[in-house]
């Protein structure tokens, strides 16, 4: 039987406050390690940043080091530092408010792809072993006045503490807080106390938001009334596919080989996301908000794109593969097609993206208003990349089998990755065969735009998430893709030669919101022509009919 003596509560603060600062911020002191210099200077700055870390630490838990209070908070500390650990030396992520989003939207399926057996041995170690000792451990406290007073004693000499190393260090920590604003993000645990504050701020901002309705005024433009037929607009949202390995945007491995073959297919190099994690790019770019005015909690309460379409009288229908829409089609048809049975094509409650195309034959055939259609993809949603496409698009081989991507050789992450983007393509590429095969029924059309990239091992990241600052291009730089039947190009006066032209304008998904009121003539105040990204292609003259501009 385990007897431990008792001790001071002082005692007990100094020894949590030093596990904190070793047991889970290895990832912080190896980034430290990396960004000074190499030098006595580099090393006595990173011990200047731990004995301010830790005197931080003791006068936060000594002000808490009450007898209700202490071990509790500390058991809890621990448990939640040990996941946290786990997932900051696991993907290199930074906890922020919208990583805490990230976490707090994500559905069943995403947080099994994230379970391991890596995760419970840090949470055993860093949280259950220390919690059970701390509980098995007695402490003394003394009577009220003389507590208060240790308290007192304890809090000023850390402060002192703290302010001394801070002043004398103070030109090396100050430029190095300056310049490297990942680290307020990389301490454990008051990175992610902090981005709990703020995503509970942006919870209650939002419910305090009143609801604001957006083009109201939306209709449709007369060029309508030429139209011959229904039409089909099909938008795509991706996941996680970053254009540096898309075959036909230029990757040295050719990871679109049917999208490669498809006649006027329009490959647009160079468009950058929202956000770098699908619960911010998602309802950013629906919304008319643009990234840098966007606002989570604003978006909320908004209206987007979808419902000023509605409004304008297309039928608008989500049909989601994935999480769900972020709010995003709150007030349209949402088809969720995640969960459905068949054995084909889903196993494990989850489905393949080809899903998403299932009875789209019969849903033309039987198409009697202009509808805009949205699948949104599971894509390449990692980690576990090897779980997103059927065996025989396995084209790049080995390929890393686990969620834990640290297990695996880099080349094995990006084979798996490369392989999700040939799945991609082939379901992209059957979807714009089975939309020309019925152009002479309905106009038909596709815009393919992922919601943000991914890294796959580049500056030790993985995954994406990363704050829109710090994040590297891979995160950012997306693929988006169009596709217009010639009906469609005729009835919409698109000019396809025009696009193919200037594929290489700078474009971000702040386009998406007005280029699909253009591309969809649809007349509102909302409408911003400067960011439409089809304006400038729209037709001057079709079969004798005036374009509108
Ligand atoms: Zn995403």
């Known amino acids: 039987m385990l007897t431990i003596k008792a001790v001071r509560p002082e005692w007990v603060t100094l020894v949590a406050s030093a596990f904190l600062l070793v047991g ?14 190499a030098d006595g200077r580099g090393l006595l700055l990173c011990l200047a940043f731990a004995v301010i870390v830790f005197c931080a630490f003791n006068l936060v838990l000594t002000l808490l080091a009450f ?28 906890m922020d408010a919208g990583m805490l989003r990230n976490f707090a939207e994500t559905n069943a399926t995403e947080v099994r792809d994230l379970l391991s057996l890596k995760l419970f041995v840090y949470i055993g170690l860093l949280g259950v072993l220390p919690s059970w000792l701390l509980f098995k451990t007695p402490i003394s406290y003394r009577r009220w006045p003389r507590e208060l007073l240790s308290k007192l004693l304890v809090g000023v000499a850390s402060v002192a503490v703290l302010g001394a190393v801070a002043m004398i260090n103070y030109q090396g920590l100050s430029s190095l807080f ?18 709990s504050f703020g995503y509970l701020r942006e919870q209650v901002a939002s419910a305090k938001q009143p609801f604001i309705t957006l083009g109201e005024d939306a209709s449709r433009n007369p060029a309508w009334q030429t139209h011959a037929r229904k039409s089909l607009t099909v938008l795509v949202v991706g996941e996680s596919a970053r254009a540096e390995n898309f075959g036909i945007l230029g990757y040295h491995r050719d990871t679109t080989p049917q999208l490669d073959k498809e006649a006027g297919l329009i490959a647009f190099t160079d468009v950058h996301s929202c956000g770098t994690e699908t619960a911010v790019s998602v309802p ?21 794109l979808l419902d000023v379409l509605k409004r304008a009288g297309l039928d608008v229908i989500w049909r989601d593969n994935q999480s769900g829409c972020k709010g995003t089609c709150d007030r349209v048809t949402l088809q969720d097609v995640s969960n459905l049975k068949d054995p084909s094509l889903c196993a494990n409650s989850e489905c393949r993206d080809e899903i998403l195309l299932q009875g789209l034959q019969h849903f033309i055939d039987t198409l009697d208003k202009d509808t805009v259609l949205v699948l949104h993809q599971m894509g390449s949603h990692g980690p576990e990349y ?9 084209h790049f081989t080995p390929v890393c089998e686990s969620n834990a991507l640290n297990n695996c050789s880099r080349e094995s992450i990006v084979n798996g990755y490369d392989n999700t983007l040939v799945y991609t393509d082939h379901v992209l590429s059957m979807l714009i065969d089975l939309l020309r095969a019925n152009q002479d029924k309905v106009d038909t059309a596709m815009l393919y735009l992922s919601d943000h990239g991914e890294s796959l091992g580049e500056y030790n990241l993985f995954l994406h998430g990363t704050p829109y600052m710090l994040a590297p291009e891979q995160q950012k730089h997306v693929a988006m893709l169009a596709w217009f039947s010639d009906s469609y190009q005729k009835s919409f006066a698109v000019d396809t030669h025009c696009l193919q032209m200037s594929r290489d304008k700078p474009l971000s998904q702040d386009n998406l919101f007005h280029s699909m009121l253009g591309l969809l ?29």
Request: aromatic share 12%; hydrophobic share 45%.
């Open 284 to 304: 950013c770019m629906f919304s008319n908000m643009g990234r840098k005015n966007y606002d989570a909690s604003k978006a909320k309460n908004e209206e987007g």
């Open 178 to 195: 300056r310049n490297h604003h990942e680290l307020h993000l990389m301490v454990v645990p008051s990175n992610y106390i902090g981005a």
């Open 521 to 549: 003539e649809v007349n509102s105040k909302v409408y911003n022509q400067d960011l439409d990204m089809f304006a400038s292609c729209r037709s001057a003259v079709i079969d004798g009919v005036l374009a509108r501009e």
């Open 67 to 94: 007898r209700p209070v202490l071990k509790p908070l500390l058991m809890l500390l621990f448990m939640i530092s040990a996941g946290v650990a786990y997932f900051m030396a696991q993907y290199g992520v930074l």
């Open 386 to 394: 090897f779980k997103r496409y059927p065996k025989e698009y396995e």
């Open 24 to 37: 889970f911020n290895f990832i912080l002191w190896q980034h430290l390690l990396v960004i000074t210099a």
